[in-house]
Structure formats: C-alpha cells, structure tokens
C-alpha cells in the first residue's frame, strides 16, 4: 500500500513534482496568473515572473502551460534553462527542433521566424515560449533573439508571445541589455501564501486527490504556517513527511506533535 492510500487519497498530494491540477489560487499566485493572460490576449508581447525560491513558480507555469494547450489559438514550447553557459545556437536549436526542422547555422534565425509567421498564417496560432529558471539568461544574443521575435506581428497581433519565470536575480541580469529589457511589458512577483489562506490550501490538495476527511488538524495546520512562513514548498516537504509519520504510527490524522517532530527532523524553526 502506498502511503496516500492508506489516508483514503487516490494521488500524492505534496508530490515535490509540479502538477497543475494541485495549483492552489492563492491571491499573490492568481494575481500573478491573471497578469499573465492579460499579457497574452491584449498583446503585450512579454511578461515577467520572479519570486524567491519555493514559491510556486514552477507550477504556476505549468498551470499557464495546460491553459494555453486547452486554447487552439496557442502554440506552447516551455524551455528550462538547467544552466547559465548555454548560446545563441543551444538556444535557437531548441526551438527548431520544437518545429521540427533543420537548417545551417546562419539560416536558423530565418528559418524560425518563417515557421512561426507560418503557423499564424496557415492555422491562425500563435507562439507562447515560457522560460523557467530565465535568470540564468545572461548571453545578449540571446536576448536580442528574443527581441527580434517579439517583433513578430500581422496586422494589431502578436505572433509571438513570451513568459519568463525565474528569480529575483531576472530583472537585473536583463538591465545589462537595455533593447531587451525595455520589451518587458508587465511583471509580476509570487509571494508567500497568506496565513489565513495556508489551511484552504493543504485541505485544497487533499480534495483534488481524493481525500473526504480531514487529515491534518487544526492545532496541526497552524504548526504548519509558523513553521513553513508560508512558502508552498516548505509547506509541502512539512506536510510529506507529517504524512509519513503518521502512517508510521498508525494513526488516521495528523496532530501538532507530529508536525512538531517533523520540523525538529529537518531542522526548520
């Protein structure tokens, strides 16, 4: 037996793993949603997401990511840069093989801009790339790459659409190409989960996994926001292992000594 199904859940709902089906419409991450679909449907061209680490980044662009599949009028390619030593041709490679064509290195740009002026034209969608870890962008060709797609326009509509997701570090490591910089149109900042909101939130996960009942106490859910300050991935690792514990002693919730137990596990005060 796993240990979700021994609480009665059909899925594990503090998986580390970015499932927008769990993401949790708090009001720093709706705000930051709505500013996003703003941005794409009134053709603002780009937009910014930064916040500090564990703060649903990753899943609200993969929420981003599986609204614009449900819209025709979309085509999404997310890239995550693993490391800041990547170049123009890394880049560029990327997003030709998302098309599915090849070419010589001096032809890649052209082909590009021809394939995504083609799929508006022929289908009538546009391009929606969202970068995850975008901090790490710190090559100016690339940057100029992404300032000439943003160009990208038929008639009062942009073709060409783009969502970076990253770090506090974002906004000052674009500042040392200003062209680039300046085609930012709107950013946003996730932010903790509000204390009054921590308790819907874990209940939330559990209702879309399955769960009937309450697990997690009262007195338990507020252990959990003193100690998790409200940041979703802390929140997460907290209740994870709170989950294990009580599988473990075999009990059917989750009180404040085993949260308690947890945090001094794991060394979070």
Request: proline content about 3%; hydrophobic content about 40%.
């Amino acid at each position: 037996m796993k240990i979700y199904e021994y609480f009665g859940l059909k899925q594990d709902p503090f998986s580390m793993i970015p499932d927008p089906k769990l993401f949790y419409e708090s009001k720093p991450h709706s705000e930051a949603l709505l500013r996003v679909i703003f941005s794409i449907e009134n053709n603002r061209g780009a937009v910014a997401i930064t916040g500090d680490a564990g703060t649903g980044k990753s899943i609200l662009l993969r929420k981003i990511l599986l609204n614009l599949y449900e819209n025709k009028s979309y085509e999404p390619l997310l890239i995550i840069c693993a490391h800041s030593e990547f170049d123009r041709k890394w880049f560029l490679k990327k997003l030709l093989n998302f098309y599915g064509i090849e070419g010589k290195e001096n032809d890649i740009f052209p082909l590009l801009v021809k394939k995504i002026m083609e799929k508006y034209e022929e289908r009538n969608e546009k391009m929606v790339l969202l970068i995850d870890e975008a901090d790490k962008i710190k090559n100016k060709e690339v940057m100029e790459d992404l300032r000439n797609l943003l160009n990208l326009e038929a008639g009062i509509e942009k073709v060409f659409h783009l969502v970076l997701v990253g770090s506090k570090d974002l906004a000052q490591n674009l500042k040392t190409y200003t062209p680039f910089y300046q085609r930012i149109a709107i950013w946003a900042e996730l932010s903790e989960i509000p204390k009054d909101e921590i308790e819907n939130y874990i209940n939330f996960r559990i209702e879309k996994c399955g769960g009937v009942k309450e697990i997690f106490t009262k007195k338990a859910i507020e252990k959990i926001a003193l100690y998790s300050r409200g940041i979703p991935r802390v929140i997460n690792i907290i209740c994870d292992s709170a989950l294990l514990e009580a599988y473990l002693e075999k009990k059917e919730k989750v009180n404040e000594e085993i949260i308690e137990k947890v945090a001094n596990m794991r060394g979070i005060k």
